[in-house]
Structure formats: C-alpha cells, structure tokens
C-alpha cells in the first residue's frame, strides 16, 4: 500500500513536472494574442489606479495576478488614450500604446506576466486529480490528470494571460469544495466553498450563475431527505454563508468600487437593460421605477461588464463555421468546435465513459450527475448565445469535468485490466497527438479534420490565428535571410507588430474590388496570416482583400497560422 502510494505521488510530480515545463517554453515561443495585448495594460491600470474601467467585460482578478510582476520591472506606461464611456473598449488603444513605448522588450513583459498565470494551471490538474480519486480511484486519478495536463487547449490558454484557462481551474475547484461541504456540512468547508466560489467569480462573469446553481442543488439535496431526520443535513445558515463570503470576495477583489450603487443610477448599452435599441450615452430602464432603487450588491464594473457583453450579443458579430460567414451564430457552433478541436482519443475515452454509464456495472451516480451539470449547463448557456460564436475557449471551464468523468472508464482498477489497457493507449494517444502540435497548441485540430492545416475549413478566428506567431515569424525572417523583399500581412489588432518584431517588411497588395482579377504580385516572399487567407470577416466593414492567395501553395509556414508564400516571376 505503501508502495502504491509513493508511486502515485511520484507520477503526480512527474506529470505537474511536465505540465509546467511545457506552459513555461509556450510563453518564451508565442508572442502576445489579440486579447492579451488589452489585458496585461489594464491589468497594471487596476493596481496603479485602484480603477476597474478598463476591460471590465472580464473580471480582473488573472490579469491582476498577470501584472503584478511586470510592475516591478521598468516597463513603460501610456494613459492617454484611456476613456471611460458607457460603450468604450480603450483597452486597446492603450495596449497598442503600451506596445509602442517598449518595442522589442514587450514580449519580455508579456512572457513574465504569463508566468505568474500558471499556477492557476497547476491548480486545476491538482483538483482533477483529487476529485477522480475520491469518485474512481488512484488509476481514474492519473488519467484524469493526464488529460488536464496534456490537453492541447489547456496546454495554449494555460500559457496565456487571457482568463479562460484559470476560470477552468477555479470553476473545478469552486465545485470541489461545494461538493465536499455537501458531504460533510461543516461552517469551516462552507467557508471554504464560498472562497472558492470569490475566486471564480473575479476569474469570469458566467460564474455569476453558481449562486442559483448552488442554491438549486441545496434545494434538491434537501427534498431527497424530506420526511428524514438528514432534513438538517445541510443547514442553510451555511449556504447563506457560503454565498456571502463569495460575494464579499468579489465585491473585495474590485476594492467595493461601485458596490451597492442603485440600479436606476447605471447607464447601460444593452438593449435588454437600457430599454433602447441603439443608447449612445446610456440609459437605464429601471430609473424612476421601484427596481431602480434596489441598491445593487457587486461591484460597479462588473455589472457594467455584464451590460457590455450583452450588447455585443445583441448586435451581433460575424461569425464562421466550416467554411461559410454570416452575422451571428449557429447553435451547434460548440458541439463541432468540440469534436474538432478535442484529441481523438479524448473523445473515444469520453464515448466510453458515457458508454458504461449507461450499462454494465458502472451506472450513473448522483455525485456523477453533480459532477456534469454545471459542465452542461454552462455549455448550453454558451451555445444559446448565437449573436456571435467564435471561440472554444468561451467553453473550456466545462472541459476539467469531462477529464475526470472520462476517468470513470477504469475506475476501481488498474491499468492491467482490460479497461486500463484501453484507457492507458488511449491516454498516450493523446499525449502523441497533442504534443505533435506543441507549442503551437492553439492551432490543434485532430487527425480526422487534418489537422491545423485541415482546420481552417471548419474554423477560424481564435481557434488558429489570433496574432500568437509573430514571433515564430520573426524566427523565420532571421533563419532566412535570402527571403528578400520580405511582405507581411499578419492578422493582430496590433498594426505595428512586425516593426515592434524588428522585420522589416512591406505591404502585401490587397485585392479591394472583387470584381477585377487579383493583383500581380512582384517577386519576393509574401507571409500571410491564415484568417487573411481564408477571408475572415472579423471587423464589422473588413473585406477577404487577401483571398487571392488561397490559389497559391505556401512553401513555408510560421507556427500554423502564418503561412509563407515565395513568387519568383512577376504576376504570379
């Protein structure tokens, strides 16, 4: 027994080993994405201002935890372009003024604050692991933190300072500890269980909705007990004291700016709290009414975050899906993205584990049913959103919960039963699938898509090309110094990034009107970001000016988003 047990936390190490390693060389080989470019800025606004204006459509507790050791450093700040209208978005414009002060050192900057994020990582394949232990097993155990670690997507965000990767881990986490406190109701665990749930809720706004989850759960808990003496079981003097130490949290995290402001006094841009199709200023719906006096318990900020994601919903976007673009969304964009950018063999495991939950022996348990409904629910809330779909991400806080339900295939036994043979190929499948991709993980697709460079076909946008390769492409331009004259188009919303790269390029002919052939091309080397290529409608007047290359065959390819393109004759 003994024995056993030094071996597991032997291979918990090994696998936390790797896991970190890996995270740690993605953030010296990506350079900063879209996102990351607005949140490490806003994330130092928070501790020199002790203001939350900007990015408040997230949280601000992971870009908090990003900056803190990059204020340390001597890095150069630019507060001109900050606003703080009812619709402004001026983080932005101040990460690309941040981008410009500090030139070359930035992705010093930005691998530094992705540092201090991976702990967050660590965390989530703590508690997969402990949570498939106490359901299924030591072998459960290691599998499930095995598909954590490895996973390609947790491997890409885990290493980016956007907040999706560490709302997963403290999602599964907030639930744990919710879950040990309805096994054995204790005030301490309540405790507990609201701080995790505080947590969450400065990681990502949707964790909002733990509180009904919670309170429903507590509810149904008790009705299986009614007419027992268990009925006190769970005394809701605890719950309440769950649910406030978690909206303490949260109200403590954004330093109670704003809180307890009366509902009347915001000024929203949704349609769905301002009343108004299109407020320019803001308005309010409830002003002069009975709600418009209830004093609101969050914090300002993150009220107004949730009226600002709400009306980029109602608006809409452009989204796009196996090849075809449109305005909005489509309500099984998540169920592909899912099958598409999971490893094969997490998928054929995850078949499995839902295989034997319906026969044999290892049927459906209530604490199974507890461990997938936040999971379903949370994926069900992100697909009825169709204003726009664009990112996996937006659902991989449900993903934890499926690493360590799949683990139920060989619960109770080892790796030398039938079921530990199958779980143990297929887990190494996955290992050789994700780690074929790596670093560039957040372009993985699996084999049967083709890959990342069958991938574009079914999506586009975040899930491949979201600006993370420039430096790869940097890394290319030194390797190959023949590759002149050098263009680039690279799709960022960072417009000088090549320059700030130090690679020294010219534009790349765009084809404006459609209605004339393509333009011809000089001879020289042409790198083109892969959303250019397809055509990506991203921006709201965006035209495809760069598609007249999807007639060509790249000879090279920085990381999987940028593909490179040599013309050796004029016109060609």
């Known amino acids: 027994m003994k024995k056993n047990r030094s071996l597991q936390f032997i291979l918990l190490g090994m696998i936390l080993s790797v896991h970190s390693l890996l995270l740690i060389n993605s953030t010296f080989v990506s350079s900063p994405n879209i996102d990351e470019l607005a949140h490490l800025p806003a994330g ?31 890095a150069v700040k630019d507060w001109s372009n900050f606003r703080n209208s009812p619709y402004s978005r001026a983080e932005f414009f101040v990460g690309k003024d941040f981008t410009k002060n500090n030139q070359f050192n930035t992705f010093r900057y930005f691998a530094i604050a992705r540092w201090a994020c991976i702990p967050f990582s660590l965390l989530g394949c703590f508690v997969a692991y402990c949570w498939a232990f106490e359901l299924y097993g030591r072998t459960s155990a290691v599998v499930a933190l095995s598909l954590y670690a490895f ?53 990502k706004t949707t964790a909002i909705f733990f509180f009904p989850i919670y309170s429903a759960i507590w509810i149904v808990a008790c009705l299986r007990r009614r007419g027992k003496q268990e009925i006190k079981r769970w005394p809701i003097h605890q719950l309440g004291a769950l649910l406030l130490t978690g909206l303490y949290l949260l109200n403590l995290g954004y330093g109670f700016e704003g809180s307890f402001t009366r509902l009347g006094d915001f000024k929203f841009v949704s349609h769905a709290l301002s009343g108004e199709e299109t407020p320019p200023l803001g308005a309010n719906q409830f002003a002069g009414t009975f709600y418009g006096a209830i004093p609101v318990p969050l914090p300002s900020n993150f009220v107004r975050g949730i009226d600002l994601q709400k009306f980029d919903f109602e608006q809409g976007k452009w989204s796009y899906l196996m090849g075809e673009q449109k305005k909005g969304g489509w309500w099984y964009y998540y169920i ?13 495991i995850l078949a499995a584990a839902f295989g034997t939950a319906v026969s044999g022996k290892l049927r459906l348990r209530p604490a199974e049913l507890f461990l997938l409904g936040p999971a379903l629910f949370l ?43 199958f779980a143990f190929v297929a887990t190494l499948a996955i290992v050789v699938e994700s780690l074929s991709v790596y670093p560039h993980s957040m372009s993985f697709f699996n084999v049967a898509v083709g890959g990342p460079l069958g991938g574009p076909e079914y999506l ?113």
């Open 44 to 74: 130092i606004s928070h501790w020199e201002f002790g203001r939350y204006d900007l990015y408040r459509v997230n949280p601000p507790l992971v870009r908090m935890v990003a900056a803190l050791p990059v204020l340390l450093t001597d």
């Open 151 to 203: 996973c390609p997507n947790m491997l890409a965000w885990g290493a980016s300072i956007t907040p999706d990767a560490a709302a997963a881990s403290i999602a599964l986490l907030a639930k744990w500890t919710f879950w040990e406190w309805l096994k054995s109701p204790k005030l301490s665990k309540a405790l507990w269980a609201g701080g995790a749930l505080g947590v969450a809720l400065l990681c």
């Open 336 to 348: 592909v993205a899912f099958l598409v950018k999971n490893p094969l063999g997490f998928l054929v």
């Open 379 to 421: 994926f069900v809330l992100v697909s009825s959103q169709t204003g726009f779909n664009r990112y996996y991400r937006y659902i991989l806080p449900c993903v934890p919960f499926l690493f360590i339900f799949a683990s139920r295939v060989v619960a109770n036994t080892g790796f030398k039963s039938r079921r530990g043979v």
């Open 460 to 572: 586009l946008d975040g899930n491949i090309d979201w600006g993370q390769d420039l430096l790869e492409l940097k890394r290319w331009y030194d390797a190959h110094p023949e590759a002149r004259p050098f263009h680039a188009a690279y799709f960022s919303d960072w417009d000088i990034a090549p320059s700030i790269a130090e690679i020294d390029c010219q534009e790349v002919p765009k084809h404006t009107d459609l209605t004339q052939p393509p333009p011809a091309l000089t001879p020289g080397w042409y790198a083109v970001s892969v959303n250019f290529v397809y055509g990506l409608h991203y921006f709201e007047n965006d035209t495809p000016v760069y598609r007249y290359f999807r007639q060509m065959k790249p000879v090279d390819r920085a990381g999987y988003s940028i593909y490179i393109y040599h013309v050796m004759k004029h016109g060609q």
